[in-house]
């Protein structure tokens, strides 16, 4: 086979590889998309691999600009804040936003990818090889080799975009012809995932949350599904006690979650069934530089810079990577050897800012969120949104409900937070005064009182 030579070429028919091929096509461009893997809309899903999304505005923005939004979101179910599950006792509601109303939303993976599928398939010159796993690409000519059921064929394409995640086999290819440099920094922590079926035919927990269960270096999610049932995924250590190694036995494993998840096991009749078949899954960040070679061949998305899913930002990010290289497109009047560069420095700082901020929202899911001091601190700073409106935003709140750039968040929650600290001490100072003088008072008091 030997494609059109005019035709972008896609590599990755996931959720970026999609939508970038639906506003390719919108733009006029030939699109063909090249996917290792069969059509996912007529296979069946691998085991314990979903990780629902949590699809927030930018994501959101992606979609309305191709219409898709009403569409997506008829399936989607609004978290409007975090459930705590604590050891002992009740669980606690935390809201994402100071009005309460805003939400973030549970969404199926495959669901999604295959209404963005269908989306890219209907739109006129853009088509899906399936079953094409690049094995060979010549960056200079857009040469591609692909091993197919039927053996290697060939395509040449004027541009390669690859969106093909973590593992892109793209990125691969330009690392191996000494292209570009890249950095892959595994946790040492992986993903499991279980599921808590209907209970009597309703939700078991509230589906109005995203629910998390801190154990403080390790943790448990949970998010609703259309079908009332709950997706939960275990992040743990991969090796040491109460990592995934040291569970083996059934025994073990029930004995483990009656301990430390003791709501979990009556609501998860196939707990162990689940634990035992469900495989681990690696969590890393991937750096690479540059994202592009000779205006040619790009990386967007995870391929680009993967991330841990501590902030549900992923999938999020990727799509505004759509977004802003069709911004650059226009910019530079489809000239793809500006645009690529051009995309690269509009986007990387902003995928380092959110890479961190991904890290860093471990420890406050896993640990924080259970802390008396931390609720203290959001409900401080919910406090000022109230008073501030529109001068003090939460970070989680600037991340998830806007499409204010990453990095600029990041540069303005400093900014906030050298304000707060300020305004913490001093209040301090002026009630370590007030204190001081009130004992003062008190003791002149006595004093007066003793000499009578």
């Not at 091929?21 to 919108?26: D, G």
């Not at 398939?121 to 857009?142: E, I, Q, S």
């Not at 990453?406 to 305004?423: D, I, K, M, T």
Request: glycine share 10%; charged share 20%; net charge neutral.
């Amino acid at each position: 086979m030997t494609a059109e030579r005019d035709e972008i070429a896609v590599v990755g028919a996931g959720l970026a590889g999609s939508l970038l091929a639906c506003f390719l096509a919108r733009r006029g461009y030939p699109v063909a998309i090249y996917e290792r893997r069969p059509d996912p809309r007529t296979g069946t899903v691998e085991r314990g691999r979903s990780i629902n999304l949590a699809l927030s505005e930018r994501g959101l923005d992606a979609l309305r600009r191709i219409g898709l939004d009403q569409q997506v979101m008829a399936d989607a179910l609004p978290m409007r804040g975090r459930m705590i599950h604590p050891v002992a006792g009740g669980p606690r509601f935390q809201s994402y936003s100071v009005s309460g109303d805003r939400a973030i939303n549970s969404i199926s993976r495959g669901a999604l990818n295959n209404a963005l599928l269908d989306a890219a398939t209907a739109l006129p010159g853009v088509r899906v090889a399936f079953d094409h796993r690049l094995v060979d690409l010549d960056p200079a000519t857009g040469e591609m080799t692909f091993e197919t059921p039927q053996g290697k064929v060939t395509a040449v394409a004027p541009v390669v975009l690859g969106a093909d995640g973590a593992g892109s086999a793209v990125r691969g290819q330009l690392l191996g012809h000494g292209l570009l440099t890249e950095s892959v920094d595994f946790l040492d922590y992986g993903y499991k995932e279980l599921t808590i079926p209907p209970l009597g035919g309703d939700f078991a927990l509230d589906p109005e949350a995203l629910h998390i269960w801190p154990r403080g270096t390790s943790m448990m999610i949970a998010l609703p599904n259309p079908d009332r049932s709950f997706t939960c995924t275990l992040f743990w250590p991969t090796h040491g006690t109460a990592s995934f190694a040291s569970l083996g036995s059934p025994a073990a494993i029930e004995r483990h979650f009656a301990t430390h998840y003791p709501d979990l096991p009556p609501l998860a009749p196939n707990l162990v069934d689940d634990y035992q078949h469900n495989p681990v899954g690696v969590l890393g960040t991937v750096r690479c530089d540059p994202w592009q070679v000779g205006g040619k061949v790009g990386l967007l998305g995870d391929a680009a810079h993967a991330i841990v899913p501590f902030y549900g930002q992923g999938a999020n990010a990727a799509f505004e990577d759509v977004v802003e290289l069709d911004r650059c497109l226009d910019e530079c009047a489809d000239e793809w050897s500006a645009a690529l560069p051009l995309f690269q420095r509009r986007r990387q700082a902003d995928a380092e800012a959110i890479a961190r901020m991904a890290l860093t929202n471990f420890v406050e899911m896993a640990d924080k969120v259970a802390s008396p001091l931390f609720q203290l601190g959001r409900r401080v700073e919910h406090a000022l949104e109230r008073a501030l409106p529109d001068r003090y935003v939460s970070q989680y709140e600037l991340v998830s409900f806007s499409t204010t750039p990453y990095a600029q968040v990041r540069r303005r929650v400093r900014r906030q937070h050298r304000v707060l600290g300020a305004v913490v001490a001093g209040a301090a100072l002026v009630l370590a005064g007030a204190v001081g003088t009130a004992v003062a008072r008190t003791s002149a008091g006595s004093g007066r009182g003793r000499r009578r």
